[in-house]
């Protein structure tokens, strides 16, 4: 979800209201999840990277986090919609830890879909922990990193989607992308609307897959 920035300064506006419009752009597409034919929408909403960036903007993105929990989670809970953190959550600040862990526990039955967000993520430091885990059981395979990547009761991803111009993976689910489909787009975040993922939905379904073979 690549924008946010860029589409405050468009509009002489401070970042804080990027990353707040770029919040609405998410309510939009969980509440379009339910009847649209996806198991998962995963979000890339904060990166291991991430603490670079100023202090004051790392506050805002937190905060922006809690208030959504806070407002949406009743939501989650009535359209059936699981939430799953991947990344290293647990590193956060407590009260947003408790909060995260008890919207885990309340949306754990939902059978509509699931809401994916990566907190604290990056995709190089998942896949050196799933090797070490796999390397302290036993032969280090394909399959045994796969068995201990934050994503392994999630199904296969197809479709890796990136707005704002950029091309580029920024260390989101490398190993999970080996054969997924990619799909870019000039469109700011806070821009995207459930019509923009109907269009790479309808791009994705044009696509034939063959994984390497003929």
Do not use: C
């Amino acid at each position: 979800m690549d924008g946010n920035g860029r589409w405050a300064k468009k509009r002489h506006l401070p970042r804080a209201m990027g990353h707040q419009r770029g919040a609405e752009a998410v309510r939009k597409l969980v509440r379009a999840l339910p009847g649209s034919g996806l198991d998962v929408l995963t979000l890339y909403a904060f990166s291991s990277e991430n603490w670079k960036r100023p202090e004051d903007e790392v506050d805002d993105l937190m905060a922006l986090m809690k208030r959504f929990l806070k407002s949406d989670l009743k939501d989650l809970i009535a359209n059936g919609i699981r939430l799953k953190i991947i990344g290293d959550y647990k590193a956060l600040s407590p009260d947003l830890v408790e909060q995260l862990d008890q919207a885990l526990a309340h949306t754990a039955q939902g059978r509509a879909g699931t809401l994916a967000v990566a907190l604290n993520y990056g995709s190089q430091q998942e896949i050196a922990r799933a090797a070490a885990a796999a390397a302290a059981e036993g032969a280090v395979t394909v399959e045994a990193i796969e068995r201990h990547l934050d994503t392994a009761d999630l199904p296969p991803l197809d479709l890796l989607i990136r707005t704002s111009g950029e091309i580029r993976l920024s260390n989101f689910l490398l190993w999970q992308a080996a054969y997924a489909e990619m799909w870019f787009t000039d469109v700011l975040w806070p821009d995207f609307t459930p019509a923009h993922l109907e269009d790479a939905l309808a791009s994705f379904a044009g696509r034939e897959r063959r994984y390497g073979g003929r």
